[in-house]
């Protein structure tokens, strides 16, 4: 089966750092775009960043840009998620998506698999 899961998540102070991983099992990793999406109380899922296949082409919500990165290692099956300068507006549990095609990057539908998601918390 194919498996996704998240790590790194935690409470934090505002202004901090934290790095999320995804460990992706079960599945060609090479032959999907990764991406992460985050899920605040009352909100609906929200994209925040994509990377290629082959992590040369990136993509991030405005909101995060200059702030978060997002990377791969197709050698270790992992995208990890640097963020810096966190904000209390940050605060969701955050979820690893794996998409092998699609146009509609920024929509969660488009998505094949997900992982259980970790929390991140910041606080102000």
């Known amino acids: 089966q194919v498996q996704l899961l998240e790590s790194g998540g935690g409470l934090v102070q505002a202004g901090g750092s934290l790095r999320l991983s995804c460990a992706a099992s079960g599945l060609t990793f090479s032959s999907y775009a990764m991406a992460w999406f985050r899920q605040g109380p009352g909100k609906r899922r929200e994209f925040v960043s994509r990377?290629?296949?082959?992590?040369?082409?990136?993509y991030y919500t405005n909101a995060v840009k200059g702030r978060f990165t997002i990377s791969r290692d197709n050698a270790k099956n992992t995208v990890d998620l640097q963020m810096n300068s966190l904000k209390p507006e940050d605060t969701a549990v955050y979820y690893c998506a794996a998409d092998r095609s699609g146009s509609s990057y920024y929509e969660a539908g488009e998505y094949d698999y997900w992982g259980q998601g970790t929390q991140v918390t910041v606080s102000s």
């Open positions: 990377i290629s296949k082959s992590g040369g082409i990136t």
